[in-house]
């Protein structure tokens, strides 16, 4: 749905764009009910009927969270690997080798920082015995791990 909703939302606002039509259609992609959505395009049809019969044409399951056949688990879009691609800066035009080993070196590399950050905030606080014990275990294991 990404790029069909993108593609969506930019023709709309171009027909139809103004602040107060492009806050109605996000409410209206984001009804969670049949009855929801029904009320919100209808206020968009009070407001400006052509832009409200613009989307009745559109197939709601496409675009509307209430009608979409999966589950969207709060994103409104289908690629959501992108999202994670440009936050660990992979490049998927990589060989697929060598794109699990950056994905590993990146999981890794935050890890450290996580790790580092830990540490340097639990400076002078004594570790039971138990604790130092799961740490190092969780030490060797780790380093026993390769790509």
Same mark, same amino acid.
């Given at each position: ?8 939302? @930019? ?11 492009? @806050? ?26 052509? /832009? ?13 969270? /209430? ?26 035009? +990589? ?13 890794? /590399?935050?890890?450290?920082?996580? +790790? ?5 905030? +639990? ?12 740490? @190092?275990?969780? @030490?060797?294991? /780790? ?5």
């Amino acid at each position: 749905m990404g790029t069909l909703l993108f593609s969506l939302y @930019q023709n709309f606002k171009s027909k139809f764009g103004t602040r107060l039509t492009e @806050q109605h259609f996000w409410r209206i992609v984001n009804a969670q009910s049949e009855v929801v959505f029904t009320t919100r395009l209808l206020a968009l049809e009070q407001q400006k009927p052509e /832009a409200a019969n613009y989307l009745r044409e559109i197939e709601r399951r496409l675009w509307v969270t /209430a009608f979409f056949p999966g589950k969207r688990y709060g994103h409104n879009t289908s690629n959501i690997i992108e999202i994670y691609n440009k936050s660990r800066h992979l490049k998927s035009e +990589l060989p697929i080798v060598d794109l699990l080993n950056q994905i590993g070196y990146s999981s890794m /590399a935050t890890r450290f920082k996580c +790790l580092q950050q830990t540490e340097s905030s +639990l400076k002078g606080y004594p570790f039971t015995s138990i604790c130092r014990t799961k740490a @190092q275990t969780s @030490q060797l294991w /780790a380093q026993s791990n390769r790509v």
